[in-house]
Protein backbone atom coordinates (compact mmCIF):
# COMPACT_ATOMS: atom_id res chain seq x y z
CA UNK A 1 0.00 0.00 0.00
CA UNK A 2 1.40 3.16 -1.19
CA UNK A 3 -1.01 5.44 0.24
CA UNK A 4 -0.70 7.34 3.48
CA UNK A 5 -0.43 5.74 7.00
CA UNK A 6 -1.27 6.86 10.30
CA UNK A 7 -1.57 4.86 13.69
CA UNK A 8 -2.60 3.78 15.57
CA UNK A 9 -6.45 4.10 13.87
CA UNK A 10 -8.12 5.02 17.48
CA UNK A 11 -6.81 5.72 20.98
CA UNK A 12 -8.42 5.92 23.98
CA UNK A 13 -6.83 7.98 26.80
CA UNK A 14 -7.40 9.69 30.01
CA UNK A 15 -7.77 13.21 30.53
CA UNK A 16 -4.33 14.71 31.23
CA UNK A 17 -2.19 11.90 29.58
CA UNK A 18 0.51 12.44 26.39
CA UNK A 19 -0.70 10.93 23.36
CA UNK A 20 1.78 10.59 19.93
CA UNK A 21 0.30 10.12 16.63
CA UNK A 22 2.65 8.67 13.39
CA UNK A 23 2.05 9.82 9.72
CA UNK A 24 3.66 8.15 6.97
CA UNK A 25 3.18 10.09 3.57
CA UNK A 26 3.44 8.88 0.00
CA UNK A 27 7.11 8.38 -0.54
CA UNK A 28 8.31 11.31 -2.65
CA UNK A 29 5.48 14.09 -1.19
CA UNK A 30 7.72 16.20 0.14
CA UNK A 31 4.06 18.38 1.55
CA UNK A 32 2.82 16.91 4.87
CA UNK A 33 -0.38 18.41 6.98
CA UNK A 34 -2.08 17.65 9.78
CA UNK A 35 -5.96 18.22 10.27
CA UNK A 36 -8.44 18.09 12.82
CA UNK A 37 -11.62 17.11 12.19
CA UNK A 38 -14.97 17.02 14.31
CA UNK A 39 -17.85 15.32 14.09
CA UNK A 40 -20.32 17.64 11.62
CA UNK A 41 -17.49 20.05 10.57
CA UNK A 42 -15.02 19.69 7.55
CA UNK A 43 -11.42 19.09 8.27
CA UNK A 44 -9.54 21.83 10.19
CA UNK A 45 -5.88 23.16 9.15
CA UNK A 46 -3.25 22.47 11.87
CA UNK A 47 -0.13 22.77 10.77
CA UNK A 48 2.13 22.40 7.57
CA UNK A 49 5.58 20.69 6.75
CA UNK A 50 7.61 21.15 3.64
CA UNK A 51 10.34 18.68 4.23
CA UNK A 52 11.35 18.78 7.48
CA UNK A 53 10.57 22.69 7.99
CA UNK A 54 7.37 23.02 9.53
CA UNK A 55 6.45 26.53 7.65
CA UNK A 56 2.83 27.15 9.08
CA UNK A 57 0.80 26.70 12.45
CA UNK A 58 -2.41 27.37 12.75
CA UNK A 59 -3.88 29.70 15.93
CA UNK A 60 -5.61 25.99 16.74
CA UNK A 61 -2.70 24.71 17.91
CA UNK A 62 -2.25 25.27 21.32
CA UNK A 63 1.20 25.52 23.78
CA UNK A 64 0.19 21.62 24.25
CA UNK A 65 0.38 20.16 20.70
CA UNK A 66 3.54 20.02 19.12
CA UNK A 67 4.61 18.80 15.87
CA UNK A 68 7.92 17.08 14.16
CA UNK A 69 9.15 15.76 11.11
CA UNK A 70 12.52 15.20 11.54
CA UNK A 71 13.79 13.83 8.26
CA UNK A 72 11.38 14.95 5.88
CA UNK A 73 9.48 11.66 5.99
CA UNK A 74 7.26 10.59 8.81
CA UNK A 75 5.59 13.08 11.24
CA UNK A 76 4.75 12.79 14.27
CA UNK A 77 1.52 14.91 16.14
CA UNK A 78 1.62 15.23 20.18
CA UNK A 79 -0.93 16.52 22.42
CA UNK A 80 0.48 17.00 26.20
CA UNK A 81 -2.11 17.13 28.90
CA UNK A 82 -5.26 15.74 26.86
CA UNK A 83 -8.40 17.43 27.44
CA UNK A 84 -11.80 16.08 26.68
CA UNK A 85 -12.05 18.98 23.31
CA UNK A 86 -9.11 17.15 21.96
CA UNK A 87 -11.37 14.31 21.27
CA UNK A 88 -11.55 14.16 17.32
CA UNK A 89 -10.19 12.51 14.24
CA UNK A 90 -6.21 13.38 13.34
CA UNK A 91 -5.85 13.78 9.76
CA UNK A 92 -2.37 13.55 8.13
CA UNK A 93 -2.07 14.70 4.73
CA UNK A 94 0.36 14.76 2.34
CA UNK A 95 1.12 16.03 -1.53
CA UNK A 96 3.93 16.37 -3.95
CA UNK A 97 6.52 18.53 -4.75
CA UNK A 98 5.60 19.89 -8.37
CA UNK A 99 3.39 22.74 -9.09
CA UNK A 100 1.22 24.93 -6.57
CA UNK A 101 -2.62 23.52 -7.42
CA UNK A 102 -1.67 19.87 -5.92
CA UNK A 103 -3.78 17.73 -4.80
CA UNK A 104 -3.59 16.53 -1.39
CA UNK A 105 -4.08 12.39 -0.05
CA UNK A 106 -5.03 12.02 3.30
CA UNK A 107 -4.52 8.67 5.20
CA UNK A 108 -7.06 6.79 7.52
CA UNK A 109 -6.89 9.28 10.21
CA UNK A 110 -6.26 8.56 14.05
CA UNK A 111 -9.50 8.81 15.99
CA UNK A 112 -8.82 10.19 19.28
CA UNK A 113 -11.04 9.73 22.55
CA UNK A 114 -10.13 11.40 25.93
CA UNK A 115 -12.05 9.89 28.48
CA UNK B 1 -18.31 34.99 6.24
CA UNK B 2 -16.71 31.51 6.58
CA UNK B 3 -14.13 31.10 3.79
CA UNK B 4 -15.70 28.07 2.23
CA UNK B 5 -19.36 27.85 2.59
CA UNK B 6 -22.18 24.58 2.01
CA UNK B 7 -25.53 23.54 2.67
CA UNK B 8 -25.24 20.71 5.06
CA UNK B 9 -28.05 19.09 3.96
CA UNK B 10 -29.18 16.07 3.67
CA UNK B 11 -29.94 16.02 0.53
CA UNK B 12 -32.06 13.28 -0.83
CA UNK B 13 -32.31 11.88 -4.32
CA UNK B 14 -33.92 8.92 -5.67
CA UNK B 15 -31.66 5.95 -7.25
CA UNK B 16 -30.89 7.09 -10.56
CA UNK B 17 -31.05 10.64 -10.57
CA UNK B 18 -28.46 13.92 -10.59
CA UNK B 19 -27.54 14.59 -7.49
CA UNK B 20 -26.12 18.63 -7.42
CA UNK B 21 -23.96 19.78 -4.80
CA UNK B 22 -23.01 23.14 -4.66
CA UNK B 23 -19.94 25.45 -2.45
CA UNK B 24 -19.28 28.97 -2.69
CA UNK B 25 -16.26 30.12 -1.43
CA UNK B 26 -14.60 33.97 -0.02
CA UNK B 27 -11.06 34.15 -1.64
CA UNK B 28 -10.68 35.83 -4.91
CA UNK B 29 -7.12 34.80 -4.98
CA UNK B 30 -8.06 31.05 -5.19
CA UNK B 31 -7.05 29.14 -7.98
CA UNK B 32 -8.05 25.29 -7.14
CA UNK B 33 -10.67 23.51 -6.10
CA UNK B 34 -11.09 20.16 -5.04
CA UNK B 35 -14.05 17.62 -3.84
CA UNK B 36 -13.65 15.14 -1.26
CA UNK B 37 -16.35 11.94 -0.42
CA UNK B 38 -16.27 11.14 2.90
CA UNK B 39 -18.18 7.89 4.14
CA UNK B 40 -19.00 8.51 8.13
CA UNK B 41 -16.17 7.40 10.22
CA UNK B 42 -13.43 7.56 7.24
CA UNK B 43 -11.18 9.83 5.65
CA UNK B 44 -11.73 11.52 3.09
CA UNK B 45 -11.22 10.39 -0.48
CA UNK B 46 -10.19 13.07 -3.29
CA UNK B 47 -12.87 12.43 -6.25
CA UNK B 48 -12.60 15.58 -8.08
CA UNK B 49 -10.27 18.25 -8.91
CA UNK B 50 -10.61 21.78 -11.07
CA UNK B 51 -8.39 24.89 -11.66
CA UNK B 52 -10.08 26.95 -14.68
CA UNK B 53 -13.36 27.57 -15.61
CA UNK B 54 -16.13 25.54 -16.90
CA UNK B 55 -16.70 21.70 -16.73
CA UNK B 56 -14.48 18.89 -15.57
CA UNK B 57 -16.21 15.20 -16.46
CA UNK B 58 -14.79 12.24 -14.87
CA UNK B 59 -16.84 9.20 -15.38
CA UNK B 60 -20.43 10.13 -13.34
CA UNK B 61 -19.04 13.04 -11.59
CA UNK B 62 -18.85 16.31 -13.48
CA UNK B 63 -17.34 19.71 -11.17
CA UNK B 64 -18.28 22.96 -12.31
CA UNK B 65 -16.32 26.47 -11.58
CA UNK B 66 -17.25 29.88 -12.06
CA UNK B 67 -14.53 31.98 -10.32
CA UNK B 68 -16.55 35.52 -11.15
CA UNK B 69 -19.07 34.00 -9.00
CA UNK B 70 -16.97 32.18 -6.43
CA UNK B 71 -19.17 28.89 -6.95
CA UNK B 72 -18.10 24.87 -7.54
CA UNK B 73 -20.48 22.35 -7.68
CA UNK B 74 -20.60 18.92 -8.14
CA UNK B 75 -22.86 17.21 -10.55
CA UNK B 76 -23.47 13.20 -9.73
CA UNK B 77 -25.13 11.59 -12.26
CA UNK B 78 -27.22 8.48 -12.33
CA UNK B 79 -26.97 8.33 -8.10
CA UNK B 80 -26.43 4.97 -6.72
CA UNK B 81 -26.86 3.99 -2.96
CA UNK B 82 -22.99 3.29 -3.10
CA UNK B 83 -22.59 7.35 -3.49
CA UNK B 84 -24.30 8.47 0.00
CA UNK B 85 -21.74 9.91 2.15
CA UNK B 86 -20.72 13.31 3.01
CA UNK B 87 -19.54 15.85 0.19
CA UNK B 88 -16.76 18.36 0.92
CA UNK B 89 -15.51 21.03 -0.87
CA UNK B 90 -11.53 22.21 -0.49
CA UNK B 91 -10.50 25.32 -2.00
CA UNK B 92 -6.96 25.69 -1.92
CA UNK B 93 -5.33 28.89 -0.16
CA UNK B 94 -1.62 29.97 -0.38
CA UNK B 95 -0.35 29.93 2.71
CA UNK B 96 1.68 33.07 4.71
CA UNK B 97 4.93 31.96 4.18
CA UNK B 98 7.15 28.90 2.23
CA UNK B 99 5.09 29.00 -0.37
CA UNK B 100 3.29 26.27 0.52
CA UNK B 101 -0.85 25.97 0.30
CA UNK B 102 -3.62 24.59 2.93
CA UNK B 103 -6.76 23.31 2.05
CA UNK B 104 -10.18 25.16 3.80
CA UNK B 105 -12.79 22.87 3.63
CA UNK B 106 -16.73 23.28 3.78
CA UNK B 107 -19.03 21.53 6.72
CA UNK B 108 -19.83 18.96 4.00
CA UNK B 109 -22.88 18.31 2.48
CA UNK B 110 -24.56 14.72 2.99
CA UNK B 111 -26.24 13.16 0.47
CA UNK B 112 -28.51 10.30 0.43
CA UNK B 113 -29.60 8.16 -2.42
CA UNK B 114 -32.87 6.49 -1.87
CA UNK B 115 -33.67 3.17 -3.42
Known amino acids: DTGVSQDPRHKITKRGQNVTFRCDPI?????LYWYRQTLGQGPEFLTYFQNEAQLEKSRLLSDRFSAERPKGSFSTLEIQRTEQGDSAMYLC?????????????FGQGTRLTVV | QKEVEQNSGPLSVPEGAIASLNCTYSDRGSQSFFWYRQYSGKSPELIMS????GDKEDGRFTAQLNKASQYVSLLIRDSQPSDSATYLC???????????????FGTGTQLKVEL
Open chain 2, 90 to 104: AVNIKLLTGGGNKLT
Open chain 1, 93 to 105: ASSPPWGSNTEAF
Open chain 2, 50 to 53: IYSN
Open chain 1, 27 to 31: SEHNR
